[in-house]
């Protein structure tokens, strides 16, 4: 949550600020703002609540004066309301020092009571004005130098932070600090920068460092310093960031989520690449792992959200060809409820972002508690797969619209790898069927590509005809449950009506109630290749809500005629079997929720009070 780049260098800092806060924007959309120290040595600031859009208008009626150091922010509130005096930058020591935050400082009440008492004055309601106000304190202390008062004003502060700061009196350095927060160093030609991840900076330059847990680091236009919180100089890790500035860009289509679903065939392509070896898995970023696997009695899953949903349809791969038992837990329920946890437990953690606060918390709690941790992560050098053993990357490239949805198919993608690597390396799986599995796996693209191609338009169509539905209930079995869960979400998310998912057996426990004639529910109907049991309960489900006046459309696999007379619409996908079906249900649904959301007239790419990276807890 919370954008935020940082950059020096020899060229006008303002244009590159508010380019890499339009790549950042899905972090937080609330307020936005940025400080830029002019050729004259002064800091000139400008913030405003609402879009990046409302700061960039107001720059372009009266633009701050030129200058090569700046920084920038967009913001997701968290203390104080997205009002233009709680937007970042936060001015102090008389508009000289600037600092922009990301994430909550938790002893904010406690310092800000001590800086009131030695007379400070604050204008916002935010913690972060409260380390502005430290740091210029700090400044005098240690004799106008810059480093050593943001040394001393981090080691003060406690909670999760990303925090930037520069002042006036030192052009050409922009001074950062990272917490259990995100932040990544571009180095370029005779210029750097600092950001939030690394779309700040992907239009400069492809070559990123990732700074690790309590770091400060400098910028200079010559160079990056990347110390301790006690001044002690550390090694950093270069890496390549995979993806270019093209990749982040919406490309003529309508929005980031309508080209993310359309990348969904690609996201799955790409995480299988590179990782068959004569028919069997071969997942090079996992040497290493084998007598984990090999030892390990239990694996647990932990995620957030769409992730978790990942886990969810993962848990029945991995239970299904390693033979191991799985658990899949919310990550923010795991931390806090004392789990049991030992060196035969794998915690394989699941995240787009790689800095979700409550799984970054679930996998550290692991890790003490002596557990082996892999990571499945879509974004290189992020907080998460640096906390974790091992790491197995999810290649589906930058994805920018809030809700997930290219990400998902590649993180059920990447648990079906890893399931069929450790079924392979425990002996569970014969090489026949690891074999057979990796075709089905190879053929899934496609079949995402002909849902795209086939159903997508009429998929969308309902959409438009449903718009001013109310309340939409989605119904799955065995993996077509997450499969509904996650239907649901991505209704709520961006159409912003009630929608639930529910588990098909659980209906007459009790949601049947809900069920009131003319009420859509969507039916995930379980592949009826070699699930013939579970297909036709669902069926009978089918019947008992039909019965009952809802009104039924159902995802079906192509040529699954037994669902034909007792669905008022049927979205087909391509026969996939009981294990891959996950993967191809789960895309009319996504087209559904942002086909509902456009006919609403709803900005499906960044939903009210969302925000893409959650890094507080
Ligand atoms: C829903 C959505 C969220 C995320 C969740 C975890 O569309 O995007 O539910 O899945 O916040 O985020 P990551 O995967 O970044 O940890």
Same mark, same amino acid.
């Given at each position: 949550m919370c954008g935020i780049v940082g950059y020096v260098g020899p060229r006008p800092s303002e244009g590159i600020l508010l380019s890499g806060l339009a790549r950042l924007e899905y972090r937080g959309y609330d307020s936005a703002g940025i400080a830029v120290i002019d050729a004259d040595g002064t800091l000139g600031m400008r913030k405003r609540a609402g879009k990046l859009s409302v700061l960039r208008d107001d720059l372009d009626r009266a633009p701050l004066a030129d200058g090569t150091t700046g920084i920038g922010h967009t913001r997701w509130a968290t203390h104080g309301g997205p009002t233009d005096q709680n937007a970042h930058p936060h001015l102090a020591d008389g508009g000289k020092l600037a600092v922009i935050h990301n994430g909550i400082i938790e002893n904010f009440a406690a310092l800000k009571a001590e800086l009131v008492a030695g007379g400070a004055e604050f204008l916002s309601e935010t913690d972060t004005e409260v380390a502005a106000v430290l740091l210029a304190r700090e400044y005098h202390a240690h004799g106008d130098d810059l480093e050593a008062a943001f040394r001393a004003t981090v080691r003060r502060l406690e909670g999760a932070f990303t925090l930037l700061a520069l002042h006036e009196e030192h052009p050409g350095l922009v001074v950062g600090a990272r917490r259990n927060s995100p932040l990544v160093i571009g180095l370029g030609e005779g210029e750097n920068f600092l950001g939030s991840d690394v779309a700040a900076f992907v239009e400069h330059t492809r070559h990123a460092l990732a700074i690790g847990q309590d770091q400060i680091v400098a910028i200079t236009p010559e160079g990056v310093r990347v110390t301790d919180f006690d001044g002690a100089e550390v090694g950093v890790e270069p890496f390549e960031v995979t993806w270019d500035a093209a990749a982040a860009e919406?490309?003529?289509? /309508? /929005?980031f989520m309508a080209k993310e679903v359309s990348e969904e065939p690609d996201a799955v392509a790409n995480t299988i690449r590179g990782r068959f070896h004569d028919d069997a898995v071969a997942i090079p970023e996992l040497e290493g792992m084998d007598a984990v696997f090999a030892g390990i009695h239990r694996i647990i899953v932990v995620a957030c959200g769409t992730a978790s949903y990942a886990g969810q349809v993962g848990k029945y791969a991995l239970e299904q060809w390693s033979r191991v038992p799985v658990d899949v837990e919310l990550a923010h329920e795991f931390r806090y409820r004392d789990p049991v946890l030992d060196s035969s437990t794998l915690v394989v953690s699941i995240s787009q972002s790689g800095e979700t606060m409550d799984t970054l918390m679930a996998v550290k709690y692991a890790r003490e508690r002596g557990a082996a941790t892999l990571s499945i992560c879509n974004t290189q050098g992020a907080t998460i797969p640096r906390e974790s053993d091992a790491v197995v990357y999810t290649h589906a490239g930058p994805e920018v619209a809030v809700a997930s949805t290219k990400a998902f198919v590649a993180q059920i993608t990447a648990l079906y790898l890893l399931a069929l690597h450790i079924g392979r390396v425990r002996g569970a799986l014969s090489a026949q069927d690891s074999a057979r599995a990796v075709a089905e796996l190879e053929a899934v693209p496609g079949k995402i590509q002909w849902i795209l191609d086939n159903e997508q338009e009429r998929t969308a169509h309902l959409a438009r005809w449903m718009a001013d539905t109310r309340s939409v209930l989605f119904l799955g079995r065995h993996v077509g449950f997450p499969i509904a869960l996650e239907g649901a979400l991505k209704l709520k998310e961006i159409s912003y009506i009630h929608a639930e998912g529910f588990a098909a057996g659980e209906l007459k426990h009790g949601p049947i109630a809900l069920i009131e004639p003319g009420q859509p529910v969507f039916v995930i109907v379980p592949s009826p290749v070699h699930s013939a049991m579970l297909h036709d309960k669902v069926v009978s489900n089918i019947q008992e809500i039909r019965a009952r006046g809802a009104r039924v459309i159902v995802i079906a696999e192509e040529g699954d005629a037994a669902v034909l007379p007792f669905a008022d619409e049927v979205l087909h996908i391509p026969l996939a079997g009981p294990a891959f079906e996950p993967l191809l249900a789960v895309v009319p649904l996504h087209i559904f929720a942002m086909g509902l959301a456009e006919a609403k007239g709803l900005d499906v790419d960044q939903p009210r009070n969302l925000a893409k990276s959650v890094t507080v807890e």
């Amino acid at each position: 949550m919370c954008g935020i780049v940082g950059y020096v260098g020899p060229r006008p800092s303002e244009g590159i600020l508010l380019s890499g806060l339009a790549r950042l924007e899905y972090r937080g959309y609330d307020s936005a703002g940025i400080a830029v120290i002019d050729a004259d040595g002064t800091l000139g600031m400008r913030k405003r609540a609402g879009k990046l859009s409302v700061l960039r208008d107001d720059l372009d009626r009266a633009p701050l004066a030129d200058g090569t150091t700046g920084i920038g922010h967009t913001r997701w509130a968290t203390h104080g309301g997205p009002t233009d005096q709680n937007a970042h930058p936060h001015l102090a020591d008389g508009g000289k020092l600037a600092v922009i935050h990301n994430g909550i400082i938790e002893n904010f009440a406690a310092l800000k009571a001590e800086l009131v008492a030695g007379g400070a004055e604050f204008l916002s309601e935010t913690d972060t004005e409260v380390a502005a106000v430290l740091l210029a304190r700090e400044y005098h202390a240690h004799g106008d130098d810059l480093e050593a008062a943001f040394r001393a004003t981090v080691r003060r502060l406690e909670g999760a932070f990303t925090l930037l700061a520069l002042h006036e009196e030192h052009p050409g350095l922009v001074v950062g600090a990272r917490r259990n927060s995100p932040l990544v160093i571009g180095l370029g030609e005779g210029e750097n920068f600092l950001g939030s991840d690394v779309a700040a900076f992907v239009e400069h330059t492809r070559h990123a460092l990732a700074i690790g847990q309590d770091q400060i680091v400098a910028i200079t236009p010559e160079g990056v310093r990347v110390t301790d919180f006690d001044g002690a100089e550390v090694g950093v890790e270069p890496f390549e960031v995979t993806w270019d500035a093209a990749a982040a860009e919406k490309g003529g289509w /309508s /929005s980031f989520m309508a080209k993310e679903v359309s990348e969904e065939p690609d996201a799955v392509a790409n995480t299988i690449r590179g990782r068959f070896h004569d028919d069997a898995v071969a997942i090079p970023e996992l040497e290493g792992m084998d007598a984990v696997f090999a030892g390990i009695h239990r694996i647990i899953v932990v995620a957030c959200g769409t992730a978790s949903y990942a886990g969810q349809v993962g848990k029945y791969a991995l239970e299904q060809w390693s033979r191991v038992p799985v658990d899949v837990e919310l990550a923010h329920e795991f931390r806090y409820r004392d789990p049991v946890l030992d060196s035969s437990t794998l915690v394989v953690s699941i995240s787009q972002s790689g800095e979700t606060m409550d799984t970054l918390m679930a996998v550290k709690y692991a890790r003490e508690r002596g557990a082996a941790t892999l990571s499945i992560c879509n974004t290189q050098g992020a907080t998460i797969p640096r906390e974790s053993d091992a790491v197995v990357y999810t290649h589906a490239g930058p994805e920018v619209a809030v809700a997930s949805t290219k990400a998902f198919v590649a993180q059920i993608t990447a648990l079906y790898l890893l399931a069929l690597h450790i079924g392979r390396v425990r002996g569970a799986l014969s090489a026949q069927d690891s074999a057979r599995a990796v075709a089905e796996l190879e053929a899934v693209p496609g079949k995402i590509q002909w849902i795209l191609d086939n159903e997508q338009e009429r998929t969308a169509h309902l959409a438009r005809w449903m718009a001013d539905t109310r309340s939409v209930l989605f119904l799955g079995r065995h993996v077509g449950f997450p499969i509904a869960l996650e239907g649901a979400l991505k209704l709520k998310e961006i159409s912003y009506i009630h929608a639930e998912g529910f588990a098909a057996g659980e209906l007459k426990h009790g949601p049947i109630a809900l069920i009131e004639p003319g009420q859509p529910v969507f039916v995930i109907v379980p592949s009826p290749v070699h699930s013939a049991m579970l297909h036709d309960k669902v069926v009978s489900n089918i019947q008992e809500i039909r019965a009952r006046g809802a009104r039924v459309i159902v995802i079906a696999e192509e040529g699954d005629a037994a669902v034909l007379p007792f669905a008022d619409e049927v979205l087909h996908i391509p026969l996939a079997g009981p294990a891959f079906e996950p993967l191809l249900a789960v895309v009319p649904l996504h087209i559904f929720a942002m086909g509902l959301a456009e006919a609403k007239g709803l900005d499906v790419d960044q939903p009210r009070n969302l925000a893409k990276s959650v890094t507080v807890e």
